[in-house]
């Protein structure tokens, strides 16, 4: 069993004396039978190491198979477990916290190589068993009169397996959260390399190996975003993209909290096997990370650390929603989402290395909202998109062009501003936008003719109407 030194200044949880400090006599003629027999048993190590690994080998099928791999390894670690252990059987105060230490640094190396918890206690308990065996088998062949007294010992003995079983475990598991804590990181700022555009071409690959995703596959970046001063859950639990893969990744360093969504569409059929896996959250929830898994079924749960996974299939009875055919569009048809979700979804792009970009195209299009929420694909919302892109742009625009509107009275301009927004909703209908606005259509005539006078456009030339319209997206997207 290989060593490993333990984590520096972690201490090792208290133990109890291997013999009580007052005892009787026949306890301590019982302690005397008890330190000669470990004597015995310590000339012999190297033999009782090996019927200690005979023993593992045939009731452990985990420990055979480590002793496969790295037979002398086992051996090495066995044996040094054994003098140590059986040592403290003789001198307590002495070896016992190296003894401790053995048992700390075994902890750690069989979790590490993925050892089972339980196959590791039951081999300590092997031991245990074995070492207690060999104490009765030694006294009762050369003093069999002494045999006896062991009983006055065998509770400590076995309290110091215990004690060793409970310091394996304490090891295991620290070792188990650390490991999954350095799997997750690793995952987490992979997956924000992709998303920031800064991967590496020659990593692609053990990216694309380590989150399950193709490297040369079709993608699309989903950002989901509350509106300012309401709040959600995790876009995870809360976000749904029926029958579509999903990596998804809560930032918080960029403005405002959020939670981007790496959709598959699509990839070479041995190009990656699947979605990756992870936890929140909760997820793996650092306050920023991915939640790794695929959309289709209700997660198990919500944020954290390592928080639950979104299912590993598609919905029952529906294909994955892989092929040419779905685009964006197709995204935000399949999405469901709280009405107060502000999602932007950018256009597909092709690759891993286009991650990147997809991300970036994806905050346009959620600046591109409206601050009601609501879905917007950057390729169905291309001028509210340039609009946004240039803010400083779009706010000098709807100054110009509606300065004499928004000084306006608060009530007119709004009535104004509506009127005119609905007028271009409805195609440049007076008569359906009066049904939108519940006026009649000569009000509605009026009130244009009116925009027509304070804005000096007018609502027959396209050059206009087409300013109008770009103003209006920059005012309703940009103003505070």
């Known amino acids: 069993m290989q060593h490993l030194v333990p984590a520096h200044g972690r201490s090792l949880p208290g133990r109890r004396p291997l013999v009580p400090a007052a005892r009787s006599a026949v306890d301590a003629e019982a302690l005397s039978v008890l330190h000669r027999a470990a004597r015995a048993l310590m000339a012999g190590l ?10 593992l080998r045939e009731r452990e099928p ?40 053995c048992s700390w640094a075994i902890g750690r190396a069989r979790a590490e190589r993925g050892l089972p918890l339980d196959a590791l206690l039951r081999a300590f308990r092997l031991g245990g068993g074995m070492i207690w065996q060999e104490l009765v088998d030694e006294t009762t062949r050369r003093h069999p009169a002494d045999a006896r007294l062991l009983v006055h010992v065998a509770a400590d003995v076995w309290n110091f397996v215990d004690d060793h079983c409970a ?19 690793r995952l987490r ?23 399950g995703l193709p490297e040369q596959g079709r993608y699309a970046v989903v950002l989901a975003r509350p509106p300012a001063g309401r709040a959600f859950a995790d876009a995870r639990s809360q976000v749904r993209l029926s029958g579509l893969r999903v990596l998804w990744y809560r930032d918080r360093d960029r403005d405002g909290a959020g939670s981007y969504g790496i959709v598959l569409l699509g990839g070479h059929p041995h190009d990656g096997d699947g979605p990756g ?17 695929t959309e289709g079924r209700p997660p198990d749960g919500g944020d954290g650390g390592d928080a639950g996974d979104a299912g590993d299939g598609p919905d029952e009875g529906r294909p994955w929603a892989y092929g040419v055919d779905v685009d964006a569009g197709e995204i935000a048809r399949r999405l469901t989402a709280p009405p107060v979700a502000r999602i932007g979804v950018s256009p597909v792009v092709e690759g ?5 970009d997809a991300r970036r195209l994806a905050d346009t299009a959620l600046r591109a909202c409206p601050r009601s929420g609501g ?17 400083a742009l779009g706010a000098a625009l709807a100054e110009r062009v509606l300065g004499p509107l928004l000084r306006l009275d608060l009530s007119d301009r709004d009535i104004m501003l509506d009127t005119l927004t609905a007028w271009l909703a409805c195609d440049g209908s007076a008569q359906r936008a009066a049904g939108r606005l519940y006026c009649h259509r000569n009000t509605v005539l ?8 304070l804005t000096g456009r007018s609502l027959t030339r396209p050059a206009d109407v087409v300013e109008l319209s770009l103003a209006l997206a920059a005012h309703t997207l940009l103003d505070p």
Request: aromatic fraction near 2%; charged fraction near 25%; charge should be negative.
């Open 375 to 391: 879905t917007v694909v950057l390729e169905e919302h291309l001028p509210a998109a340039l609009v946004v892109s240039a803010p």
């Open 167 to 185: 310091v394996v475990a304490d090891a295991y598991r620290q070792t188990e959260r650390e490991l999954m804590w350095r799997r997750e990181n």
């Open 46 to 55: 190297p033999e009782l190491t090996e019927r200690l690994m005979t023993l």
């Open 189 to 211: 700022l992979m997956t924000a390399a992709l998303l920031d555009g800064t991967a590496r071409i020659a990593d692609l690959p053990a990216t694309a190996a380590a989150l």
């Open 277 to 293: 896996h992870g936890h929140e959250s909760g997820l793996l929830d650092t306050g920023a990370g991915p939640a790794y898994g």
């Open 352 to 356: 891993l290395a286009s991650i990147g």
């Open 62 to 101: 985990a420990y055979r198979t480590a002793m496969e791999a790295d037979a002398d390894g086992v051996r090495d670690e066995v044996q040094r477990s054994l003098r140590l252990n059986v040592g403290s059987l003789i001198r307590p105060g002495e070896l016992r916290e190296d003894a401790q230490r």
């Open 446 to 453: 009026n009130r244009l003719r009116r925009c027509e006078q």
